[in-house]
RNA sequence: GGGCGGUUAGCUCAGUUGGUUCAGAGCACUUGGUUUACACCCAAGGGGUCGGGGGUUCGACUCCCUCACCGCCCA
């Protein structure tokens, strides 16, 4: 068989993906085995891939190979979402480059534009996943307008409503002036900003006298319905009572006195805005006061306004204040810092806006949801999220779910002529329950009009986990009862409100049971100088390029290098490249492996085989912090601990020991044992490394078609003998010790030495002589009862090794030397005297740590020892 | 303004219930190396008063207080 020297990742990548698909092992049906499932968080269907998807989808697939190896049923789901804002926005763009105007579509004709678009789109980012391995059940596949999906959404609105949780109301919502939609407060990203307070004076109605304000919104003045001022404030009293004059309106409106008026901020004098301020809106409700919309739904001053009808409220800032200056209301301006809010999805500032919406009520529906986390029976990893939702679900709001577009789950509301509405699943109940409800059985389906608005694309996501099982249509079905509650859910921490919470919440109301036991948070990609990585920025490398240049194995390897758990991770691609070098010397070591003629006529020798039984301890040890790390979800330590078994204890120690000499043959139970060894090893790097685990285990032996390292099982945890361990470590330290001889005194390899070994107090293992007398190139060990003279000499443990150089031994250098490891020793041992000899130091410390001092106090002075008769020898 | 998290080697981070001279890993760095798998490599090595101060303790990177700085969330 010809073995490649380079390994070529793209071909060995896309034919064992396809190998996987071919043989349906990404497919899961129930069985009596034990389900382990994770939903993707689905991406929305205007996106493309990027870091975030590569990082949080590489964790997944981790988790999921592992779970099918340790013989579990796996089932990832994998599916998009609709992303209502985002995609209508993107297909508004698209119609508008095609000189089509949304406003001149029908809702219909639109939906059918933004359903080619999706069809187009939609499904570009699962194609890219397949690049990197993600091992979807994709028969599984849903999207969250799909035909379940959205009977779900419906469905869940109509009991929500009929349960009295969801309610119409004229409330103050973030207003997307450029989308002309209501979003929720968790959309709404607020970026501190250099902008000016403009004082301005209003007069007393009747007086010639003056009161002056300060705001940042000079331009919703004309909506102004009072001055405000704090009751305690020595300054106003004498406005009590009194009216004052909105400037350019010439409105008369009252002075009202509120505790809410900060008296240090400004000039102690607040006017009031109902209609466009969220605190000016709760003052207004409690003084009664009228509230005078002045905005257009596009941002622009409406006819309420008077002045300035039709120009954008940035406009209209700007020319209202020379109107107020020439109007002599003007006072002064000021620079001054504060915080505006930003819409999400389109970057304009949000309009704290009056306008009827739908609302879910959350205070009942949070408390399960809340209990869950705190009890841990949702876990959280890394566990300081817990407060950051504690903190959310304690104080949280009701949900704005009505949206003001056409792209998502029309709202299953139907009203009357008279402005009364029933809620139905679909327009025949709708019509039936109108019908009953007016008891005018000639109503027909044209005295109905459906609500224009959409849900928020969070209610549908929010019943993600049940819904792409069809829980809500079918509770009862095989599929939900046994893949739910899921396993493991993987995101990013920045949707633990809009996603992680909500879905959380409608686990227990719908299921009774919480969505997903653990929820990992991953960390935000950032570039290397911490800037989170975007489009607009250009500094986001593309993954499928990445993927070309450093495969997917050596990308997903980078990706986890950079990312500790609940970190922002600083990506950098210097850690793809470490990953892809990993690939290589993983190959190189198959390589060397396949590489050797195997002989069955000679026999094993004694080094190999004790390195093949260290080998197989040392990986037991390992993999059961491996399996410990994963308990942990600490992903990256996981990989971390494989990467340096197989660089450092398979590669380095392993294989050099079991080594044949120059096209030497290797006897076959040696190569049998490499072999096995290998084969484990390559089974707990598959998860993280599916594609150069899966090529090396096919090759390694004859495999027969259908067999797969992916399905193959998870190695079990052998025993350990801590002598052994321990002993080998001794040996690798007298290897080390027989190198640097070599070093300091130029001798080659090839020239073979004769190593003394002066046992000391606590005597010398000789278990594993072979191995050093190999990994050495010694021509004999000997043991000696004592010290040799004028040799060069290292400790391991109480030990003495002594290499005879002939003259060539540098006494002043090797005195020296000795001097410092005796120093050295004998700080060691002081400070373990220091403690032994205080009183309250043996009598409070528990007895095995006290034990413990004890120990270092034997072996520190048999090493002393050692090392003075040494130096007495040299003297 | 309120809350939360963080500060450990040049960089990114571990450090499990206080207990080995315990200060660690990876990368980067330095030195040496054409040993017949691998320079996408091997071997060896340097580097930190664990943010400052105080306290508790026989013992503190670890617990408490305080200050400084950074980040995030909410208002």
Known sequence: MEIPSKYNPVEVEDKWYKYWLEKNYFHSEPDDRDPYTIVIPPPNVTGVLHMG???????QDILVRRARMLGKNACWVPGTDHASIATEAKVVNKLKSEGIDKNDLSRDEFLKHAWEWTDKHGGIILEQLKKLGASCDWERTCF??????????IKVFVDLYEKGLIYRGVRMVNWDPQAKTAVSDEEVIHKEEQSKLYYV???????????????????TILGDTAVCVNPNDERFQHLKGKRVLVPLVKRSVPVIMDDYVDMEFGTGCLKITPAHDINDYEIGMRHNLETIDTFNDDGTLSEKAQLLVGVDRFEARKQIIPM???????????????????????????????????????????????????????????KKFKNLYRHWMGNVKDWCISRQLWWGHQIPVYYLADGSFVVAESADKALAKAQEKTGNQNLTMADLTQDEDVLDTWASSWLWPISVFDGINDPENEDIKYYYPTDDLVTAPEIIFFWVARMIIAGYEYRQDKPFKNVYFTGIVRDKLRR????????????????KQYGADGVRVGMLLCSPAGNDLLFDEALTEQGRNFTAKIWNSFRLVKGWEVSDSIEQPEHSKLALEWFEQKLSEQLTMINDHFDKFRISDALMTIYTTIRDEFSSWLLEVVKPAYQQPIDRTTYEGVLDALDKVLRVLHPFMPFISEEIWQLLRERKDGESIMISQWPEVGEVNAETLAGFEAVQEAIAGIRNVRKNNNLAMKESLELK???????????????????????????????????????????????????????????????????????????????????????????????????????????????????????
């Not at 998807?53 to 964790?59: A, E, F, G, P």
């Not at 969250?144 to 779900?152: G, Y």
């Not at 004076?201 to 331009?219: K, S």
């Not at 391991?796 to 005195?815: A, K, P, T, Y």
């Open 324 to 382: 107020l200056d020439e109007a002599g209301n003007l006072v002064k301006v000021e620079n001054y810092t504060n915080k505006v809010g930003y819409s999400e999805r389109t970057d304009v500032v949000i309009e704290p806006k009056l306008s009827a919406q739908w609302f879910l009520a959350m205070e009942k529906l949070a408390k399960p949801a809340l209990e869950a986390v705190e009890s841990d029976d949702v876990e959280f990893h890394p």
């Open 201 to 219: 004076r209003y007069q007393i109605e009747g007086e010639e006298d003056y009161v002056t304000i300060a705001t940042t919104r000079p331009e």
């Open 53 to 59: 998807h590569m990082l949080n989808n590489t964790i």
């Open 144 to 153: 969250t307008m799909d035909e379940k999906r959205s009977e779900s959404v």
């Open 532 to 547: 989170k990585m975007s489009k607009s920025l250009g500094n986001s490398p593309d993954p499928l390029d990445l993927i």
């Open 757 to 875: 070994i002066y046992p000391g107090d606590k005597g010398y293992n000789k278990q594993f002589d072979a191995v050093i007398k190999k990994m050495g190139n010694l021509s004999a060990i000997e043991l000696v009862a004592e010290e040799v003279k004028g040799a060069a000499s290292f400790r391991v443990f109480s030990s003495s090794f002594f290499i005879d150089l002939g003259e060539l031994i540098d006494v002043e250098e090797e005195l020296k030397k000795l001097e410092e490891e005796l120093k050295y020793t004998e700080g060691f041992l002081n400070s373990v005297m220091k403690k032994l000899s205080n009183e309250r130091f043996v009598n409070n410390a528990p007895d095995a740590v006290v034990a413990k001092e004890k120990a270092k106090q034997a072996d520190a002075e048999a090493k002393l020892k050692v090392l003075k008769e040494q130096i007495a020898n040299l003297k």
